[in-house]
């Protein structure tokens, strides 16, 4: 398939112009201030999916953010991939962490630097660039829509009510995404499952105000110690998460399982050095791959309360504050989850203060079958680019939509990435290597091809 190398090659220096283009606007779905960025980026997706061949592209509104939708039938008795990818991104903070300006992209060491490069403006915009290739070459071989939303980043409230709206509209044979990562640069592989997600915030409260911390500290308790004895307690020393009935539907994994499992090319001694830590902690009696793969977790995304401002001010905080999350395993009901939290938090709390927990989001956690045709495709495809078979492997990561996608559209998913771990998405200096970006663009059209052949 020489004709995809020469279109790449032909056409990368503006591959590369357009999504700057893109990555430039700052659309973090978490800050309202940031709604009319939503609206603009919406705005690029429309026009890019329509220079790109596509039959019609809208920016359709939602209860939230606009909701691009873009379409190409070729033929109506033809098979139909839908696309999806999301154009909001996360915050930037630590702002002074950055090597880079967050939103102005860069090239250097081999790897686009910038916010959104990889998760998912970078991923998201291989599809476009393969769905162009493949309408300006005449090889496209099945119908296309794409369907790219702006709030997975805060959990996709407003999608599954869209979906449900227009499944008309939606109607297709497989959703495509790529949205997830690689083993290594030279290791392929293809996500089969998905962590579900629960995600709230908690308050603490003691006194009505703050107080002076010498007059009263000792005799009055302190909310931030409260919060933050309350949260030690949710985990035991064996990493277990302690609130009765948290394992109830978790399905234990066979043996045999495992052991494929843990095939996947990995090195602790390695993951820590990429990461800077010295030891790992987990659930004891799984290995890194599956407590990241198969068993839940229960972690503080963020805590704050009282003085943090520069020097020092001698304050017993009035409040304290924690964001938390519990990632989930298959069979594990997010909202089952988050109620339970809810209810167990909040019964825990010591009389001395008041505990207040608010739900933030979740998902459902999803499981794709390695004997789905669409998998096949997508395996052969990765086979074609790389000369390797990818390996299937449990994502410790959520996408709460695609578990929502079978549900309401009775659509299985295939996760086709190609970030890595070294990518630092939802981190300062987020990047995405050159390679794997146009590698992206090349494999895409191939799993179209094969997937058009085996869906006949």
């Not at 790109?52 to 691009?68: H, L």
């Not at 102005?104 to 060491?109: A, H, L, M, R, S």
């Not at 110690?225 to 020393?237: G, R, S, T, Y």
């Not at 299985?412 to 050159?434: C, Q, R, T, W």
Request: glycine fraction near 8%; include cysteine; charged fraction near 25%.
């Amino acid at each position: 398939m020489d004709y995809i190398k020469t279109y790449i090659e032909q056409n990368k220096d503006r591959f590369f112009e357009e999504l700057f283009g893109l990555i430039r606007i700052p659309s973090i779905s978490s800050i309202k201030e940031h709604k009319p960025d939503m609206i603009k980026c919406a705005e690029y997706w429309r026009d890019m999916i329509l220079q790109a061949g596509a039959d019609k592209a809208e920016v359709m509104p939602t209860d939230g953010n606009p909701v691009v939708y873009g379409e190409k039938i070729i033929d109506p008795a033809l098979p139909t991939v839908i696309v999806y990818a999301h154009y909001d991104v996360m915050p930037v903070d630590p702002i002074e962490k950055w090597n880079t300006k967050p939103f102005e992209p860069v090239i250097k060491d081999g790897k686009i630097w910038a916010r959104g490069a990889d998760d998912d403006k970078g991923q998201g915009f291989m599809h476009a660039k393969a769905f162009e290739l493949m309408v300006k070459t005449g090889t496209l071989p099945c119908n296309v829509k794409f369907m790219i939303e702006g709030e997975e980043e805060i959990g996709s409230p407003s999608l599954s009510k869209w979906c449900s709206e227009h499944k008309e509209l939606l109607k297709g044979d497989i959703i495509l995404v790529s949205d997830t990562g690689m083993i290594a640069p030279e290791i392929p592989s293809i996500t089969t499952g998905l962590r579900g997600l629960s995600y709230w915030e908690v308050e603490v409260t003691g006194p009505d105000h703050d107080l002076h911390s010498g007059l009263f500290g000792g005799a009055v308790a302190n909310p931030v110690n409260v919060l933050c004895k309350m949260i030690a307690d949710m985990q035991d020393e064996n990493g277990k998460v302690t609130m009765p009935g948290f394992y109830d539907d978790v399905i234990e994994v066979s043996a045999e399982e495992r052991a494929m499992l843990n095939k996947k090319p990995h090195s602790d001694e390695e993951y820590m050095k990429a990461i800077d830590v010295k030891a790992l902690k987990g659930e004891a009696g799984f290995t890194t791959t599956e407590r990241t793969g198969i068993r839940p977790s229960f972690d503080i995304c963020g805590i704050w309360g009282g003085y943090t401002g520069e020097g020092a001010k001698t304050v017993l905080p009035s409040k304290a504050y924690a964001k938390v999350s519990a990632r989930l395993v298959p069979n594990q009901d997010n909202h089952k989850i988050s109620e339970m939290f809810k209810e167990y938090f909040e019964s825990i709390a010591p009389d001395y203060v008041k505990v207040k927990v608010t739900p933030l989001h979740g998902g459902q956690g999803y499981v794709c079958p390695i004997d789905l045709p669409a998998y096949k495709a997508a395996e052969k495809a990765y086979e074609h680019v790389y000369g390797k078979t990818p390996v299937p492997v449990r994502s410790g990561g959520s996408i709460p939509i695609i578990s929502a996608f079978e549900e309401i559209l009775g659509i299985k998913s295939v996760l086709m990435g190609f970030g890595l771990e070294s990518d630092a998405i939802h981190s300062p200096n987020e990047n995405y290597p050159v390679e794997n970006f146009l590698n992206g663009i090349k494999t895409i059209p191939v799993f179209y091809k094969y997937f058009a052949e085996m869906a006949k």
